[in-house]
């Protein structure tokens, strides 16, 4: 009885060596060292836009179906570029894409109409001075 307990046990160990060897996984990409640097680029954006003496900041007016996003107003309205990502994780088909353009106030409007109730990621990727920014909002839409 012990030997095939024994002789069952050696089986499955041969088993998952064979199963474990016909099976490949590759941890690095073919391209590691491009996204690496996309990735630190990326990283440098966000420590930028946390380091401003005057953060992004955003509202939702739920009654009028508007995003009021405020640019740092230490900023020149017109030296302000970028776009606005609306991403649904739920639905990539509803995702949509907005340029930056700021009033006088540095402020950009959106309007929330036409836009599905929901869960939203709002990332903002932007451009002053010749240097890039990033910060990202969560929004529920009703």
């Not at 380091?51 to 007016?61: A, E, H, K, M």
Request: net charge negative; glycine share 4%.
């Amino acid at each position: 009885m012990i030997a095939l307990i024994y002789g069952i046990f050696v089986l499955i160990l041969i088993g998952f060596v064979i199963f474990s060897s016909l099976n490949t996984v590759d941890l690095v990409s073919d391209d590691y060292y491009q996204k690496e640097i996309a990735y630190q680029n990326q990283i440098e954006r966000i420590r930028r836009s946390k380091n401003l003496s005057q953060p992004l900041s955003w509202q939702y007016d739920r009654e009028k179906e508007l995003i009021i996003i405020q640019f740092p107003d230490t900023l020149m309205f017109n030296d302000i570029t970028g776009r606005i990502h609306f991403f649904r994780p739920s639905d990539a088909g509803q995702d949509r894409i907005e340029p930056i353009q700021t009033d006088s106030d540095n402020r950009q409007i959106i309007s929330t109409k036409g836009i599905k109730i929901g869960f939203w990621r709002v990332k903002i990727t932007w451009q002053y001075d010749n240097r890039e920014y990033y910060d990202e909002l969560v929004i529920y839409i009703k």
